[in-house]
């Protein structure tokens, strides 16, 4: 079993850079998947970015491409996504989220908001 804390969110002008950090306990995390999910106000949850175990893949929504990289240390048990360039319509409560294989069960953090404003 794995649990994830979420952590980074905040308020940030358009433009601007900001960091998410996603802790996790339990003795799977490194041989897990790992991506982030967010949802904004009246929308359903999206995917955003996903990693494989090893760090050694990605991948991303378009809209984001470019702009986020997601990343993994797992010595650390910790997955980041960091987000830059950010745009109004980035604004969303942010998830992380961990699976053992495409399309298994899985395990959500409690979420972070991340506001832009203009």
């Known amino acids: 079993q794995v649990q994830l804390v979420e952590s980074g969110g905040g308020l940030v002008q358009a433009g601007g850079s900001l960091r998410l950090s996603c802790a996790a306990s339990?003795?799977?995390?490194?041989?897990?998947?790992m991506g982030w999910f967010r949802q904004a106000p009246g929308k359903e949850r999206e995917f955003v970015a996903a990693?494989?175990?090893?760090?050694?893949?990605?991948s991303y929504r378009d809209s984001v491409k470019g702009r986020f990289t997601i990343s993994r240390d797992n010595a650390k048990n910790t997955g980041y996504l960091q987000m830059s360039s950010l745009k109004l319509e980035d604004t969303a409560v942010y998830y992380c989220?961990?699976?053992?294989?495409?399309?298994?069960?899985?395990?959500w953090g409690q979420g972070t908001q991340v506001t832009v404003s203009s």
């Open positions: 989220a961990s699976w053992s294989t495409p399309g298994a069960y899985k395990y």
């Open positions: 339990g003795r799977t995390f490194s041989s897990y998947l």
């Open positions: 990693i494989s175990s090893d760090g050694s893949s990605t």
